[in-house]
């Protein structure tokens, strides 16, 4: 069983003009993988409105799977106090989408009472093409190719956007690719596959 293990991350746009050169800086010798997403809410998007309105303690919950492996996780990720906590585990499929799926993991009371009274759904499809590097104790993922859909319906677009993302359990301000993107004049952003495309495809 996953324990939350708290951590830094830091959220960057890749324009298409400077990718290339992130690429060969830092993912020439990472070949690609896919990834899919499945993201749970409420009927009324109670997660996505606590993360557009930066409520802490806050909660989203997701199904993930790589590539063709039929192997699902579900992942909860969640921000408290300024920190970021990630946990999985694997599950048998999509078979229950509310809170009793989760009721055999033990997660921190203040993740509960995100959660209390609340009837899941699977709302939105995020796929996406990942590269990773690891240099020591930071993990580095680029994702390109990223589509969105909705669960159910056709509706759905592919994005032009390019995430560059540094995960570390110390603050990654003045690591080796934050100095790097920082010369280039990339900028870390807050930003959320979740929440961008509910607010492109209208929830």
């Known amino acids: ?45 109670i997660f996505l409105r606590s993360r557009l309105d930066s409520v802490e303690p806050r909660v989203k919950l997701r199904y993930r799977s790589y590539n063709e492996d039929p192997q699902l996780f579900l992942e909860v990720k969640a921000s408290h ?17 509310n809170l009793q799926t989760l009721l055999q993991f033990d997660l921190p009371d203040w993740v509960w009472l995100n959660m209390l009274s609340i009837t899941l759904v699977p709302r939105l499809v995020v796929q996406y093409h990942r590269r990773v590097c690891e240099l020591g104790p930071i993990r580095v993922t680029l994702d390109e190719g990223i589509q969105y859909k909705h669960w159910i319906g056709p509706r759905g677009f592919d994005s032009e956007l390019t995430v560059l ?12 690719v934050s100095c790097f993107l920082r010369q280039l004049k990339i900028q870390p952003i807050s930003f959320s596959k979740y929440c961008y495309s509910a607010l492109q495809l209208g929830g």
Do not use: C, T
């Open 165 to 176: 993302e540094v995960k570390s359990s110390e603050e990654p301000r003045n690591n080796e």
């Open 81 to 97: 106090r300024g920190r970021k906590y990630k946990w999985r585990q694997p599950v048998d499929g999509l078979k229950n989408h």
């Open 1 to 45: 069983m996953n324990s939350f293990k708290p951590r830094f991350e830091r959220k960057y746009l890749i324009p298409k003009s400077k990718l290339d050169l992130v690429r060969k800086s830092f993912f020439l010798n990472s070949p690609a993988y896919d990834v899919r997403s499945v993201y749970l809410d409420s009927l009324d998007g």
